[in-house]
């Protein structure tokens, strides 16, 4: 079964620092690769995807994901993070197959400092 | 185009007692997924449609949870009866065919179970 594995429960970052949000997923073949906000209240925002090709990855409101097959990987970065980003963040997979619902990880909660 | 419509937004219910949530996806999406989201977790998959057939209800809790998609349109998810820790979020999600097409979630409805 594949599993998405977020190992920030929070984050804290400065505003105008950068940020990276940690996603490990396990999954026997290719995946299918989401990052999805949540803010207060709200309903989930597609941020990016990941299906093939280029592993670098350019998503809505600066931000970008990189994915790294030998490390099982796929974190999100953004080079300037604003008071606005905060939020939580979801990673989730899926397969390719007929059953291909999301597989969520437990979320980033990210603060950002003044 | 309209997005995923969900209802009610909100719901209180006595626990034992039975509840239902409807969907109305985008027009001419195929696929159809719940979501079950408790507090401080992510979503996790409770069922998926492909029109009016279920393609995966691996993680229902069948013995009080139902679901179904007549007409391969609308959907209704049910629960009876209701506990306690059935309190969360209910998302419901549509795709044109499934992963390959992306996925567009509706705001939810938040169950409290008291």
Sequence with gaps: ?114 | EAGVAQSPRYKIIEKRQSVAFWCNPISGHATLYWYQQILGQGPKLLIQFQNNGVVDDSQLPKDRFSAERLKGVDSTLKIQPAKLEDSAVYLCASSLRGVGYGYTFGSGTRLTVV
């Excluded at chain 1, 940020?19 to 949540?38: D, H, I, K, M």
């Design chain 1, 1 to 114: 079964a594949q599993s998405v594995t977020q190992p920030d429960i929070h984050i804290t970052v400065s505003e105008g620092a950068s940020l990276e949000l940690r996603c490990n997923y396990s999954y026997g073949a290719t995946p299918y690769l989401f990052w999805y906000v949540q803010s207060p209240g709200q309903g989930l925002q597609l941020l990016l995807k990941y299906f093939s090709g280029d592993t670098l990855v350019q998503g809505i409101k600066g931000f970008e994901a990189e994915f790294k097959r030998s490390q099982s990987s796929f974190n999100l970065r953004k080079p300037s993070v604003h008071w606005s980003d905060a939020a939580e963040y979801f990673c989730a997979v899926a397969s390719g197959g007929g059953a291909d619902g999301l597989t969520f990880g437990k979320g980033t909660h990210l603060i950002i400092q003044p």
